[in-house]
Nanobody, 125 residues
Framework: QVQLVESGGGLVQAGGSLRLSCAAS????????MAWFRQAPGKGREFVAAISWGGGTTYYADSVKGRFTISRDIAKNTLYLQMNSLKPEDTAVYSC??????????????????WGQGTQVTVSS
């Protein structure tokens, strides 16, 4: 099992920045990929960004490319999401996810095995 705990959400004005963290514990040696997803009120879960845990290769949704940066600190077993130039449409609950099975389809929520509880990000206009 892998446990994930997010932190760093909050309220920010449009154009501002936030950094989310996701601390992993448990069988972290089994992690292949990690990702951030978000869910806005009344909408489905949306892929934001993913990273290969070992190699560090990153993948982004077009909606956040150039504004968000996903990274990880393997020594601390922590995943990050640096969010810059935030827009009101970025408002959502952000959740981190871990995948233990190797694969190439990283934008599908169903391919992830473990999830955090989520952290609220609210961007005011």
């Amino acid at each position: 099992q892998v446990q994930l705990v997010e932190s760093g959400g909050g309220l920010v004005q449009a154009g501002g920045s936030l950094r989310l963290s996701c601390a992993a514990s448990g069988r972290t040696f089994s992690i292949n990929n990690m990702a951030w997803f978000r869910q806005a009120p009344g909408k489905g879960r949306e892929f934001v960004a993913a990273i290969s845990w070992g190699g560090g290769t990153t993948y982004y949704a077009d909606s956040v490319k150039g504004r968000f940066t996903i990274s990880r600190d393997i020594a601390k077993n922590t995943l990050y999401l640096q969010m810059n130039s935030l827009k009101p449409e970025d408002t959502a609950v952000y959740s981190c996810a871990a995948r233990v099975v190797p694969g190439t389809v990283l934008h599908t929520a169903g391919n992830y095995n473990f999830w955090g509880q989520g952290t609220q990000v609210t961007v005011s206009s």
